[in-house]
């Protein structure tokens, strides 16, 4: 293999646009010792077919697969490249568009984690196409568009599979990653390259959506890279809670210690926390906790989302990641809040597998509003503690469907914000699940998240164009008050408070059947107080 040589490899129909992009080559400045080589590959049956000749027609160790249409402008570019290539030996593939996370659809182009640049002409107006800029030598991403892709490692295209025009490039991009290199996008200054397709006629979708299918169920298991794989220690029925956090320090420990005390494991996702949320959260790494991404730059989402409260984009990041993760059933979890199940004694995992071995697929949560009677928490205690008195959530509170079962429809929640797990055949559990939640802990800490840590990063898009964080609205200065009167408020009972949840359910058929599954395994665990309390309460006398 020549490394002093880069080749120039088209695949070309139209001898008028490729003259056109060889021209460009010809201003472009050759590094001393190099040389070039352009290779024109005529009557391919397919991209993959013919880039997978054209490599094999030459020894250049740095490849260049380009569209006749596409005309490289920075006249750097082979230094700009070969260079990239030497200082990252790793880095296999690159292109200038592309995205870190693909969307559970492979349509890259429609993921939030966009990268890179180019000037093209696909609405017929040649003008500039900008995603997020990359802030390094390149940033690691995990599709590419097929318009350039550049190499320095031989890896043969899947020309098995794709047969024709389409996901050749991002299928190609997935044999770097299989193979063990990086894919790239550099970091340009200015665009480097000139797209001019033309505004097309979309004549050819459903060969794009064939080919779309086959990359699906080829690359299912590999084609989120920067998804950190979490393989299962056993067989075991698994829950995962999916939590977002923001300067939550003071709580996060206690939260996340219940849940995997309650059999859930969990992924936590940081967003830009300046305290010590991370540190605290990190003690349960190893025992439950089963990763922490920082977001947005670990799954590459938009920079925009470091200073302000982006909730559409955590909420898109979740279910990416609900729809990626090896796990029975996934719970929607914010980082001031506990759950638990209907039934005392019976730990939420435990719970959740009765509900999936009854037939249904989702849970929604009874919301109760824990509020602070004096300042006495303490940051690190368990708030459980401190704040004993709760009101119940608002009425247009009451849809909390927030954990459900994997099943082969991907989940969708981050159009509604979060309320409702949306997919084909939805069964919900007759049967609320408690959702005990803490937003404010003290004076002192509802001045500093309202005034600090939410108004002035509450993203005003999603207030005006989606409806989203008028939740504090009414508190207009820093002279109100959080502190309530305990007599306005209702004490938690573990087990008073659950039987006055139960005593508002409609008793239908189906709610008795799940009493009557709860007596029994309540029973099988010598609960008998308690199973017996409810068999009196809501069985006998029915």
């Not at 024109?40 to 880039?51: E, P, T």
């Not at 006495?376 to 008195?389: H, M, S, T």
């Not at 099943?407 to 084909?424: I, K, L, Q, W, Y």
């Not at 305990?486 to 239908?508: C, V």
Request: aromatic share 14%.
């Amino acid at each position: 293999m020549n490394p002093n040589k880069i080749c120039f490899i088209y695949c070309v129909n139209d001898e008028i646009k490729f003259a056109e992009s060889v021209k460009y080559l010809e201003q472009l400045y050759i590094p001393q010792g190099f040389e070039i080589e352009v290779l024109k590959i005529d009557d391919a049956r397919s991209m993959a077919s013919g880039y997978n000749y054209g490599m094999k027609q030459t020894d250049a160790k740095y490849k260049v697969y380009l569209h006749q249409d596409l005309l490289i402008i920075n006249r750097n570019f082979i230094a700009d490249v070969v260079g990239l290539f030497q200082s990252a030996p790793n880095l296999g593939i690159v292109g200038v568009t592309g995205c870190k996370t693909l969307p559970v659809n492979a349509i890259w182009w429609e993921s939030l984690s966009t990268f890179g640049k180019i000037y093209e002409s696909h609405t017929g107006k040649m003008e500039l196409l900008a995603f997020q800029e990359v802030r390094s030598s390149y940033e690691k991403v995990s599709a590419l568009d097929g318009q350039i892709l550049i190499t320095q490692y031989d890896v043969e295209w899947r020309e098995d599979l794709f047969k024709g025009w389409h996901f050749y490039d991002v299928s190609q991009c997935m044999e770097f990653v299989k193979a063990g290199y990086e894919v790239g996008i550099p970091k340009q200054e200015l665009p480097w390259c000139i797209h001019d397709c033309g505004a097309g006629i979309n004549n050819g979708l459903s060969s794009y959506n064939r080919y779309r299918e086959i990359f699906l169920k080829e690359y299912k298991t590999i084609m989120h890279p920067y998804t950190p794989v979490l393989p299962r220690k056993d067989e075991n029925f698994r829950v995962v809670a999916l939590i977002a956090s923001h300067n939550d320090g003071d709580v996060i420990y206690h939260v996340i210690g219940d849940l995997i005390q309650q059999g859930v494991e969990v992924y936590l996702l940081d967003n830009a926390s300046t305290d010590n949320t991370v540190e605290e959260a990190s003690r349960w790494l190893g025992r439950g906790l089963l990763h922490i991404e920082r977001f947005p730059e670990d799954a590459g989402y938009p920079y925009q989302s470091e200073k302000e409260y982006m909730w559409y984009h955590i909420l898109h990041r979740k279910e990416l990641l609900a729809n990626t993760l090896d796990a029975d059933w996934f719970i929607h979890h914010d980082s001031d809040e506990f759950r638990e199940s209907p039934w005392p004694n019976i730990p939420l995992a435990a719970a959740i597998e009765m509900v999936d071995m009854a037939g249904y697929s989702a849970i929604n949560f009874r919301l109760l509003n824990f509020r602070p009677t004096d300042n006495d928490f303490q940051p690190g205690n368990d708030v459980r503690e401190a704040l004993a008195y709760f009101e119940f959530g608002e009425y247009f509170n009451r849809i909390q469907i927030k954990a459900w079962k994997k099943t082969e429809h991907p989940v969708s929640f981050a159009e509604n914000g979060g309320h409702r797990a949306e997919f084909p055949d939805r069964r919900i559990y007759p049967i609320d699940f408690l959702l005990r939640h803490y937003p404010i802990r003290s004076q002192e800490h509802g001045l500093k998240k309202i005034f600090h840590e939410r108004k002035s990063r509450f993203n005003q898009a999603e207030r005006n164009g989606r409806g989203w964080h008028f939740q504090y609205d009414h508190v207009q200065n820093e002279g109100h008050t959080f502190i309530h009167d305990k007599h306005s408020l209702i004490l938690f009972d573990p087990i008073l408070t659950r039987l006055a949840i139960l005593d508002e359910m409609n008793f239908s058929q189906s709610v008795q059947i799940e009493i009557e599954r709860a007596v029994q395994l309540l029973e099988a665990i010598n609960e008998y107080e308690i199973g017996s309390l409810l068999r009196e309460r809501y069985l006998k006398v029915r």
